[in-house]
């Protein structure tokens, strides 16, 4: 079992930045990757960016080049810097952690943190 909890969402104005957090508990030597998702209101979930195994990330189009994902091993920790936000990033962000072996895109999933961005 893997517990996931995020923090750091809030109401930041456009061009503004927030990091976000997400603290892994439990069993977290078996999680192989971890990602962020997002989820605004009327939309479809949306992957944002994924931090593996072996330090590679990967991110989004619609984030490249304004979020970073990392990833902090020695803390079990998952980060989301997000720099020069933009209203459509309004959503709640979900942490998620898929297993060694599992051949899901995510066994676990946090209770989310609220981002919104004011025009």
């Known amino acids: 079992q893997v517990q996931l909890v995020e923090s750091g969402g809030g109401l930041v104005q456009t061009g503004g930045s927030l990091r976000l957090s997400c603290a892994a508990s439990?069993?977290?030597?078996?999680?192989?990757?971890m990602d962020w998702y997002r989820q605004a209101p009327g939309k479809q979930r949306e992957w944002v960016a994924r931090a593996s195994v072996g330090g590679v990330t990967n991110h989004a189009d619609s984030v490249k080049g304004r979020f970073t994902i990392s990833r902090d091993y020695a803390k079990s920790m998952l980060y989301l810097q997000m720099n020069s936000l933009e209203p459509e990033d309004t959503a709640v962000y979900f942490c998620?952690?898929?297993?060694?072996?599992?051949?899901?895109?995510?066994?676990?999933w946090g209770q989310g943190t609220q981002v919104t961005i004011s025009a």
């Open positions: 998620t952690a898929a297993l060694m072996g599992s051949g899901r895109l995510a066994d676990y």
């Open positions: 439990g069993d977290v030597s078996r999680i192989r990757n």
